[in-house]
């Protein structure tokens, strides 16, 4: 297990490095560069520019300051965002724990609901209702993430004023509540982003976990439940299920990506401050250190999160626990 | 017979629809298992032994269909008129089966003391903890050492005879009136077969249960049956005393049959 | 599935006619305010957007572009995959140890934010730009599956046949291995628009991708995005026709997928 575990993590480093490398690689080989914009303003001049690039270190060679980021990154400076005019590592700090919130949040959920409904499709295999619910998952599967949030926004929002729209708190009167009026706060205004991705996870979720569990079922054990005296609940839930949940966290591993990239404009569009939407804004900015910042946690993100769903799907199957 | 009729099949047809046509797996079957019978049910692959067996259990496949003129009577009781529920009731408590495959037929990620113990929780035991100590009696029972460290095993730590055990304990948990047994020991090496095959005998002694052998080994049929069905092609062509089907059988079929069993010592 | 394929034709076939169909020029701005943002009505069927702009021709329009974009994307991604993953399967050794790690770098960053990361490199792009770009980002996931195919292809017998004749390998390659990948391939493609359709929409709707005033379904959204509710038909047409689309492309890939997977190859 140990040896395991040790392989995975430096396959997951791996990853990691190559990916830092190639990000800083496509971002330094861009025409123009983080001051490009000022450029238009008179009071900037050449010699000006020259000095900021001097200042930062863009003029130096390509390999120079792959080496400096690097370093740099190791001690955990990730450099000046000049759009925000904060260190990028400030900026991580912030945003990070918030998409975390979001993500978490909309995984748990999701899963949940995909768990419960991919089971009970799978009881209910060939009836009318399964079939139904079958075809409305891939339909919601079907609605691009930023669709189905305006849709969100459209709804609920604008017309029953039911969960707040926009933002993470409420702007005025966040700070003089107590820590339980704050967390509630926060809670209200996850509610439609975090739901939003949640509905998109479950359906995904659903569809591969209803295969698994119908693959499940014509297994020789179900079989040797139902000769015992197991109604069709049990035998499902009880026998069927558990074989079918290690597949599922692998799954989830594999979602990663995508609720990350759904992410990027549920945050967008519901002005949730994480790290998707900086993202958005730092490109709109020319703000490389905090693009690559970006990609940097996004990758982060998955590689560990995919390197967990393994080891847990690991160890949830006993057949693959090496036992001493 | 001076025992009572426990099971009486009384035209038994078994349908498999598929996309390629419909095959009828059991042609019109038709016997009797008295209590405490052991009765045999030969054939080679494929001729619906094993259909039968399911059939009487309904736990079929979900493309088979069993007939509208068939019959199958239990204890009294028309099996093919009861709903879901009342079979349930039925099934691990009167009527049980031992499954051929002790690797598939077991849960994989369940302890096998939990399998076991689920037959008592799924027939009227409360407490999980006396389920539990009932499961454990009848792993020793059925032979397993140290059956109460092994309870806390997973299949896959378990070796080929003693998974069988453990499908054999839980088919008798319930001390069941009919058992059924489909090809318990085809999966199994030569020396575990005949310890499994003396443990089926002690316990049908011990429990005088009726117990209904599906096999293609006669071998099996010639240990411990006293009487024996031959089928073919979805049919039976034979019923008769083991002593009878050995030595003078009826059907050209079953004279067949026993020609192809290998010996030590004919010249055939 | 006919009914997902008819759908697909009919909105290639309206991208197609696009000039001759759409009543009003998809960039006219009509100088008077008072087209703005009007509800669908008999002139305006599917309303006009906040510069006046007819959105029916737009979406019209903007079948073109999105359709356009997405199809040759994915061509590009899937020739580039494909020649990739070809190679890296076939050549075995380090060429494929190396390939797989950039495949796997590539796939562990969520799409998005790598197309972000090359749209902050290049600033606004052309709509050839874009192709490039979903393209460029697209052939990991086809390379690693054609990979695993042509490694299983490479060990077939008539390709093992082949080389034993004395063919060179590169004609072994392209006459033996390379066919065997078509079935695989249209599936993988066909699933990909699927993806690449909704991608970019998302990025021309974040003002990334299609730059106004060329129409994308995904820029027609971005006009009302502040306030979806008020101007529910600058959403809602282009954003049907989005999930139209997808939907019946997502039913033939299905389809398509399940035709190939069961014959030729055996996943268990």
Redesign the interface.
């Known amino acids: 297990m140990r040896r395991f575990l040790l392989a995975r993590g430096a396959q997951a480093l791996a990853v990691i490095a190559l990916v830092a490398t190639l990000a800083f690689t496509l971002v330094h080989l861009a025409p123009g560069d983080p001051f490009a914009a000022s450029l238009d303003d008179p009071t900037n001049t050449a010699a000006l520019h020259a000095q900021q690039m001097h200042r930062w270190g863009y003029d130096q060679p390509l390999p120079v300051q792959y080496l400096k980021w690097l370093g740099n990154l190791a001690r955990g400076e990730f450099g000046w965002s000049h759009s925000r005019n904060r260190r990028v590592a400030d900026v991580l700090l912030e945003t990070v724990p918030r998409t975390f919130l979001l993500m978490g949040a909309a995984l748990v959920a999701g899963v949940l609901a995909g768990l419960a409904l991919g089971t009970w499709q799978a009881a209910r295999r060939g009836t009318p209702a399964e079939r139904a619910s079958g075809t409305l998952a891939t339909a919601v599967l079907s609605v691009p993430e930023f669709l189905v949030a305006l849709a969100a926004l459209a709804l609920p929002a604008a017309r029953w004023h039911l969960f707040p729209v926009s933002g993470i708190a409420d702007p005025a009167m966040h700070d003089s509540m107590s820590a339980i009026g704050r967390a509630w706060d926060v809670t209200r205004h996850l509610v439609l982003p975090a739901g939003t991705l949640a509905l998109l996870t479950a359906a995904g979720v659903s569809r591969y976990h209803r295969s698994a569990m119908l693959a499940m079922l014509p297994e020789e054990f179900v079989r040797t439940a139902r000769a015992k005296g197991a109604g069709e609940y049990t035998a499902v839930v009880r026998h069927a299920l558990r074989n079918a949940l290690g597949p599922l966290i692998t799954i989830v591993g594999l979602l990663l990506p995508t609720l990350f990239g759904g992410a990027v404009f549920v945050e967008t569009i519901f002005s949730w401050p994480g790290v998707g939407r900086m993202m958005v804004e730092a490109v709109g900015g020319n703000d490389y250190p905090l693009v690559l910042a970006g990609v940097l946690v996004g990758s982060v993100l998955v590689v560990l999160g995919s390197a967990l769903a393994d080891v847990l799907s690991a160890l949830a199957d006993p057949r693959l626990r090496i036992e001493a | 017979m001076t025992a009572p009729v426990l099971l009486d099949v009384r035209d038994l047809v078994v349908t498999y629809v598929s996309d390629a046509g419909a095959v009828r797996a059991v042609d019109g079957v038709s016997f009797a298992v008295h209590a405490g019978e052991t009765v045999a049910l030969v054939g080679e692959s494929g001729c619906g032994k094993t259909s039968v067996a399911f059939a009487l259990m309904r736990v079929m496949a979900p493309g088979a269909r069993i007939g509208a003129g068939s019959r199958i009577t239990f204890d009294g009781a028309d099996l093919l008129a009861l709903d879901e529920r009342a079979m349930c009731d039925l099934r691990g408590r009167k009527i049980s089966m031992i499954f051929q495959e002790p690797a598939s037929a077991l849960n994989p990620v369940m302890k096998v003391g939990a399998q076991v113990a689920e037959v008592a929780l799924l027939h009227g035991e409360r407490s999980k903890r006396a389920a539990w100590d009932r499961a454990v009696a009848m792993l020793d029972r059925t032979g397993i050492a140290d059956a109460a460290r092994r309870a806390h095993q997973y299949p896959h730590e378990l070796s080929g005879g003693m998974r069988q055990r453990v499908l054999i304990a839980m088919a008798l948990m319930m001390r069941p009136a009919l058992v059924i047994a489909d090809e318990p020991t085809s999966a199994l090496d030569v020396t575990v077969q005949a310890q499994i095959l003396d443990l089926l005998r002690d316990l049908q002694r011990e429990t005088g249960m009726a117990v209904l052998f599906i096999t293609h080994d006669f071998g099996v049929v010639a240990e411990l049956c006293s009487r024996a069905m031959v089928m073919r092609a979805g049919r039976i062509v034979e019923d008769a005393p083991v002593d009878r089907i050995f030595h003078a059988p009826a059907d050209p079929y079953t004279a067949e049959l026993l020609r192809a069993v290998p010996r030590l010592t004919a010249d055939r | 599935m006919k009914f997902a394929a008819a759908v697909l034709v009919l909105f290639v076939v309206v991208a197609v006619a696009a000039p001759a169909i759409a009543p009003h020029d998809p960039r006219a701005t009509p100088q008077s305010e008072t087209q703005k943002n009007l509800p669908p009505s008999g002139a305006h069927p599917f309303g006009t957007d906040q510069y006046s702009r007819d959105v029916l021709s737009r979406v019209i329009y903007g079948a073109r572009v999105s359709l356009g974009v997405a199809v040759v994307a994915v061509m590009l991604a899937l020739t580039l995959g494909a020649a990739i993953g070809a190679v890296a399967g076939y050549a075995g050794g380090w060429t494929d140890i190396i390939c797989m790690?950039?495949v796997?770098?590539?796939?562990?960053?969520?799409?998005?934010?790598?197309l972000?990361?090359?749209?902050?490199?290049?600033?606004p792009l052309t709509v050839g730009g874009i192709i490039v770009l979903l393209g460029c980002t697209g052939w990991p996931g086809t390379s690693r599956l054609v990979r695993g195919e042509v490694r299983l292809l490479k060990e077939r017998d008539y390709v093992l046949a082949s080389r034993a004749m004395g063919t060179p390998e590169w004609r072994v390659f392209v006459l033996h291995v390379l066919p065997g990948l078509v079935p695989q391939l249209l599936v993988t493609g066909t699933l990909a628009l699927?993806t690449v359709i909704?991608l970019e929409?998302?990025l021309s709707?974040?003002?990334?991708g299609v730059q106004p005033p060329t129409a994308s379904w995904g820029n027609i959204?971005s006009d009302a995005?502040e306030?979806?509710?008020?101007t529910?038909w600058v959403?809602l047409f282009p954003?049907l026709a989005?999930?139209c689309t997808?939907?019946a492309v997502?039913t033939i890939g299905e389809r398509l997928r399940e035709r190939i997977d069961p014959r030729g190859r055996s996943r268990t």
């Open positions: 790690r950039v796997d770098a590539m796939l562990s960053v969520p799409r998005v934010l790598l972000l990361v090359l749209v902050a490199s290049t600033g699927a909704p929409a998302g709707f974040l003002g990334l959204i995005a306030r979806p509710g008020d529910w959403v954003g989005i999930v997808v939907l997502n």
